[in-house]
């Protein structure tokens, strides 16, 4: 069981930067893959970002590629989600999530999701 809890969203301008993090509790997020989902207003959630349980790999979608960085810190039990050079486009409700197997890309994928943290990007 792991219980997910994000936090640093917020409004910003555009081309400014932001910082999530999502705290874990439970005893195996070492051994769970964790990733960043999004969901804007009348919109699929998405992926944005994952990273393995070792950090040893990394993979973004596209739209985020060179500007958003994931990472982890198993001692703090915390991933987290590093946004430069936002845009309006990456307004939505950030989730972060926890998968033991599967695509990375599929939300089905994942047993464990946190409530989300808004962010606003304005222009």
């Known amino acids: 069981q792991v219980q997910l809890v994000e936090s640093g969203g917020g409004l910003v301008q555009s081309g400014g930067s932001l910082r999530l993090s999502c705290a874990a509790s439970g005893r195996t997020f070492s051994n769970v893959n964790m990733a960043w989902f999004r969901q804007a207003p009348g919109k699929e959630r998405e992926f944005v970002a994952t990273?393995?349980?070792?950090?040893?790999?990394?993979f973004y979608a596209d739209s985020v590629k060179g500007r958003f960085t994931i990472s982890r810190d198993n001692a703090k039990n915390t991933v987290y989600l590093q946004m430069n050079s936002l845009k309006p486009e990456d307004t939505a409700v950030y989730h972060c999530?926890?998968?033991?197997?599967?695509?990375?890309?599929?939300?089905?994928?994942?047993?464990?999701w946190g409530q989300g943290t808004q962010v606003t990007v304005s222009s």
């Open positions: 999530a926890a998968r033991s197997s599967g695509s990375f890309y599929s939300p089905l994928s994942y047993a464990y």
């Open positions: 990273v393995s349980a070792n950090s040893y790999s990394t």
